[in-house]
């Protein structure tokens, strides 16, 4: 897959027919965006591509919020390619892009830039100065500027919309079986695996840390998870039990990810990980000494395992 990261592109590179918007988690709703704009590209015999945009607008307009993205950029960009997304503009959210008018972003980007064929997106999207634009705005447009917009309908789910936010609701309520149901895949976080204060490898239990600074965060708790190896000599996939939260029985910490793998003996320093949220074992709980805290990471490891191996 081309990735862009600027609205400096190639001749070669312009004229895909492409999906519009966050992508914040590539749910379904997405995907059944991103369906149409396949069928579009094969009918036109065109690249396939997805227009977002980088930081996420909330991000530029809110800097101060909660953190809330369901995935980081790079996330999104593994998960895009998985869909066979052949070309994805990064569009640079800042001061000079919001700015624009619904019809200038139209003209400047769309148009000019990217030399989008098609376009397709979400029956909700928004877009321009105060989001002044909607699909209305999009299809007159297209007409005018020389582009085909097609816009999907809403996808739900038990009679409500598929969402980010009702997909942070799920998984802020310990339930990643809810979440994978609205993103038609685990909810899965990324990264580097950074040096922590090797606790768990004392305790006979070392353990993979992962940043979630920028990310929503998931109930606190002991997971069952899935953790694939993307980087280095130990690439592969791997039953695991994580801890996600701050970690109180050691004192007041920035929340992180801390991912044990089973039938693991190596090295994951300077390693990417991709780690898939199954199920919510229990929340996070502080222990009064090391001994009752490591029988119950006896009995969370071998819970994570029994619901591994018994997906059912």
């Not at 994978?180 to 580097?192: N, P």
């Not at 996600?244 to 990980?273: K, M």
Request: net charge negative; aromatic share 8%; charged share 25%.
């Amino acid at each position: 897959m081309q990735r862009f990261d600027n609205l400096t592109i190639a001749p070669e590179s312009r004229g895909a027919a492409v999906a519009m918007g966050n992508f914040d988690g590539v749910h379904r709703g997405h995907q059944a965006v991103l369906d149409i704009a396949r069928s579009e590209a094969g009918r036109l015999d065109i690249p396939l591509g997805v227009v977002t945009f980088e930081p996420h607008p909330r991000n530029f307009f809110a800097p101060a919020a909660p953190p809330f993205r369901l995935m980081n950029a790079v996330a999104r960009a593994n998960r895009l390619a998985k869909l066979d997304v052949e070309r994805l503009y990064e569009v640079p959210f800042d001061g000079t892009l919001a700015g624009l008018s619904p019809e200038a972003f139209c003209a400047d980007v769309l148009r000019d830039r990217l030399g989008i064929r098609h376009l397709v997106v979400g029956a909700d999207f928004r877009f321009g100065k105060g989001r002044a634009g909607d699909v209305t705005t999009l299809q007159v447009c297209g007409r005018d500027m020389g582009f085909g917009v097609t816009v999907a309908p809403l996808l739900k789910n038990d009679d409500r919309a598929v969402s980010s936010t009702a997909i942070r609701e799920a998984l802020s309520d310990g339930r990643p079986d809810r979440a994978a149901d609205m993103l038609g895949h685990a909810h899965r976080i990324e990264g580097g695996v950074e040096h922590g204060f090797k606790r768990g490898r004392e305790m006979g239990f070392p353990t993979a840390n992962i940043s979630m600074e920028g990310l929503h965060l998931p109930a606190f708790g002991i997971y069952a998870c899935w953790v694939d190896v993307l980087t280095g000599g130990h690439a592969g996939t791997y039953m695991g039990a994580a801890s996600l939260g701050s970690r109180p029985t050691f004192g007041d910490h920035a929340p992180n990810l801390e991912v044990f793998l089973l039938d693991f003996d190596g090295d994951l320093y300077e390693t990417d990980l991709s780690v898939a949220l199954i199920a919510f074992q229990r929340p996070e709980l502080k222990f009064e000494g090391m001994e009752p805290l490591i029988a119950q990471m006896h009995a969370d490891v071998a819970r994570a395992r029994d619901i591994l191996s018994n997906p059912a």
